[in-house]
C-alpha cells in the first residue's frame, strides 16, 4: 500500500512512492524533471502545463510499477498562482517570482498602506515578489488578465485543480500571500481592497490534510487508474519540510536548505510584534495551523546561478567539484551579504559578488575555489546571525540545528553551519518536503494521530548526520567582519 508525494522545486520535481513498513517510512523516487523557468520577449514563466505532464508522467511511472497510490499529494514553492477565467480556463502562464514586474511595487504599495498595518494584519516578512506585491503590479500595468479573471490559485492549488476539477485555496500556501490575516483566520479585505483586486477571486481555505477531491474521470481514464483521492497536504514546501524536521524537543531550530535557507523556529501563534518586524522576520502557517517564525536567506541560489553562469561560458563544473574547490581555498577571503538585493534575480553573479566587494573595499574572490568558498560562508554566517535573532524573538535557546533538504548534500556547508553557530548541526532528510508531504497524507489517512507522531516516525526511519563545531575561534572572528562589512551590527 503506497501513497504518492509531488514535491515541486524551483529548479526540480519529483515524485515519490511512501509506504509505512514496521514501523518506519520507505520511500523510492519514481519521477524527477527539470523545471526549467521560460523567460519570454520580457517576462519570465513557469513552464506550468509541463509541470501537469510530468505529473502525469509519474501518476504511471507509479502505475507502471504495479503500484494504485491511495492518495496523492502535491506542494511546490510559494507566492505564485495563475488566475481563472469564468469558464474555468487558466490565462496566461503564471509569472515566476524572480521576475521584474514586481520592481519599485513593494515600495509604492507599503507607502500607500503603511508597511505596520500590512505587517499587523499579516505577519509576512516584506519580500518584493510576495502574491501581494505580484497582484498589485498586474494593477499597475493595467493587465487584460485582471478584465477576465475570477478565481485565484496558487501553483500546487492549480495543478491540484488540473487532476481533480476542483477549485480550493490551500493554508499553509495561502498564507505566503501577504494578504491573508492569521488574526481572523482568512483573507484579508482591507489588503485587498487597498491593491484593488475582488474577494471573490479568493475561495474557502483548505487545512493541511483536507480532502480535496479525487483525480477527474477524463483524467483516470487516460492513465489507466482508478480515481485516486487528492489530499490538500501543506501545500508549501517549506511547511512540509519543517513538518519533516525529526524534532524530539517541542522547541527546536531549523534549516529547510535548498534553493533558499529558510530558517527558524515553529510556534503554535504568529509572533506580529515590533521586532519581528524590525528584522523582517515572517509567520507562514504549517501543519495542524502552528506558525513558522522564520527568515529567508538567499540560500544556494547564488550558487546554483554561479554555476549555471561558468556553464554558460563553457567551464562545467559539477556540484561535487565545486565544493571540493572550495574545501581548498584559503579561508575567509571576502564575504557577501547573501541576502543583499544584488543577488535576487537571475543572471550572472560573479560581477555581482565583485560589486559587492568594491562596494565594502573587500578583494573580490578569485576563480571558483575562492568564490563557491566565499558564497558558503557567508551563507553559514549569515545562518548564526538569523539564528540568534529567532532566540531572541521567539525567547527560547536552542541547543543545536535541525538542518533538512538536499542542501544538507553538501556536508562542507553543515560543517561550516555548525562552526559558524558554535553548536552541532544535524542533517536529515534530505528529501524533507517530499516526506512531509508523506506524513500530512498519513495523518489524514489516521496513520499517525498528529505531527509528533510523524516526525518520531521520521526520526526512527531516516538517518541523521550530525557535525559538531570546529574551529571557534576563527569563526567568531569570521562572524564580527562578516556583520560589520554586511551592516547587520545590531
Ligand atoms: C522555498 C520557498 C520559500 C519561499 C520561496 C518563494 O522553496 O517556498 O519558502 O519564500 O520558495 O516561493
Not at 507509479?62 to 494504485?68: I, L, N, P, Q, W
Not at 537571475?346 to 568558498?373: K, L, N, S
Not at 558564497?375 to 549569515?382: D, R
Amino acid at each position: 500500500m503506497s501513497i504518492l508525494a509531488f514535491d515541486l522545486g524551483a529548479s526540480s520535481g519529483r515524485a515519490l512512492l511512501g509506504r509505512l513498513t514496521g514501523g518506519k517510512i520507505e520511500v523510492e523516487e519514481i519521477h524527477r524533471f527539470g523545471n526549467d523557468p521560460v523567460a519570454t520577449c520580457s517576462r519570465l514563466q513557469w513552464d506550468i502545463l509541463r509541470l501537469y505532464h510530468e505529473i502525469q508522467q509519474g501518476l504511471l511511472k507509479a502505475k507502471h510499477r504495479g503500484e494504485t497510490p491511495e492518495s496523492i499529494g502535491i506542494d511546490s514553492w510559494a507566492v505564485d498562482f495563475g488566475l481563472l477565467d469564468r469558464n474555468g480556463e487558466l490565462l496566461g502562464n503564471p509569472y515566476h517570482y524572480r521576475d521584474h514586474h514586481t520592481d519599485g511595487v513593494m515600495e509604492r504599495v507599503a507607502a500607500r498602506l503603511g508597511e505596520q498595518t500590512i505587517f499587523g494584519k499579516t505577519g509576512i516578512q516584506f519580500l518584493p515578489f510576495n502574491t501581494l506585491y505580484q497582484l498589485a503590479a498586474l494593477k499597475e500595468a493595467d493587465s487584460p488578465l485582471l478584465a477576465s479573471a475570477e478565481r485565484f490559485l496558487m501553483i500546487p492549488d492549480l495543478l491540484r485543480y488540473f487532476l481533480t476539477g476542483e477549485a480550493l485555496n490551500e493554508f499553509s500556501n495561502a498564507t505566503t500571500t501577504q494578504f491573508y490575516n492569521p488574526l481572523t483566520g482568512g483573507w484579508d479585505a482591507d489588503l485587498l481592497v487597498g491593491i484593488g483586486i475582488p474577494s471573490s477571486w479568493f475561495g474557502p481555505i483548505a487545512d493541511p490534510g483536507a480532502s480535496a477531491g479525487q483525480l477527474r474521470s477524463s483524467v483516470s481514464e487516460t492513465l489507466g487508474l482508478p480515481r485516486i483521492p487528492v489530499i490538500a497536504v501543506a501545500e508549501h514546501d517549506t511547511g512540509s519540510a519543517v513538518a519533516a524536521v525529526p524534532a524530539t524537543e517541542r522547541s527546536f531550530a531549523y534549516l529547510s536548505c535548498g534553493t533558499w535557507s529558510l530558517m527558524g523556529t515553529e510556534v503554535d501563534r504568529p509572533v506580529i510584534n515590533e521586532l519581528s518586524q524590525k528584522y523582517n522576520f515572517t509567520n507562514e502557517g504549517g501543519v495542524g495551523r502552528t506558525y513558522r517564525l522564520l527568515k529567508n536567506i538567499m540560500g544556494l541560489w547564488i550558487l546554483q546561478e554561479t554555476k549555471r553562469e561558468w556553464d554558460r561560458a563553457g567551464r562545467e563544473y559539477s556540484f561535487p567539484e565545486l565544493v571540493k574547490l572550495a574545501g581548498e581555498a584559503p579561508a575567509f577571503g571576502a564575504f557577501i551579504d547573501p541576502d543583499d538585493g544584488l543577488f535576487l534575480h537571475p543572471g550572472d553573479m560573479t560581477p555581482r559578488i565583485r560589486e559587492y566587494c568594491a562596494r565594502t573595499g573587500q578583494r573580490a574572490p578569485e576563480g571558483p575555489g575562492e568564490v563557491v568558498r566565499c558564497i558558503l560562508e557567508s551563507l553559514a554566517l549569515k545562518y548564526r546571525y538569523v539564528l540568534e535573532l529567532t532566540e531572541t524573538l521567539s525567547a527560547q535557546q536552542f541547543g543545536g540545528l535541525h538542518m533538512v533538504g538536499g542542501g544538507i548534500q553538501n556536508a562542507l556547508l553543515c560543517q561550516w553551519s555548525a562552526n559558524a553557530i558554535k553548536r552541532p548541526v544535524w542533517a536529515g532528510p534530505a528529501e524533507g518536503s517530499a516526506i512531509g508531504n508523506l506524513a500530512v497524507q498519513w495523518i489524514a489517512r489516521g496513520e499517525f494521530s498528529d505531527i509528533w507522531e510523524a516526525r518520531r516516525v521520521i526520526r526512527d526511519s531516516f538517518p541523521v548526520t550530525v557535525y559538531e563545531p570546529q574551529d571557534g575561534e576563527a569563526w567568531e572572528e569570521a562572524y564580527g567582519t562578516f556583520r560589520r562589512l554586511a551592516g547587520l551590527a545590531d
